[in-house]
């Protein structure tokens, strides 16, 4: 299974991006999907995760109500809205999928694309 994440970028405070991540080799229907970051010196840090049958999705307290995640099965793809972005904000967000489901550590993760948010 390979995962490829995109969308990353220079943005100011305030703006918007939208990460794309791309998995290959299997079906996601199978999986819980989800996205974290790390920013350098910090912690590895999850953003958001939804479940294998869609019912279900969380978001970490600092970026809840600014950023949506969804997924695509049919096309084998996970997004990241995030919204009213703040430099904080700032990391690698990469993705990962979790055959065992939403509280299961990811079988597989992608190298993660970088969100710059500044001024």
């Known amino acids: 299974v390979q995962l490829q994440a995109s969308g990353g970028g220079l943005v100011q405070p305030g703006g918007s991006l939208r990460l794309s991540c791309t998995v290959s080799g299997q079906t996601l229907d199978r999986y819980a999907v989800g996205w974290f970051r790390q920013a350098p010196g910090k912690e590895r840090e999850g953003v958001s995760r939804?479940?294998?049958?869609?019912?279900?999705?969380i978001y970490a307290d600092s970026v809840k109500d600014r950023f949506t995640m969804s997924r695509d099965n049919a096309k084998n793809t996970m997004y990241l809205q995030m919204n009213s972005l703040k430099p904080e904000d700032t990391a690698v967000y990469s993705c990962?999928?979790?055959?065992?489901?939403?509280?299961?550590?990811?079988?597989?993760w992608g190298q993660g694309t970088q969100v710059t948010v500044s001024s």
């Open positions: 990962g999928v979790a055959s065992r489901g939403l509280g299961f550590p990811f079988d597989f």
């Open positions: 939804i479940s294998i049958d869609d019912s279900s999705t």
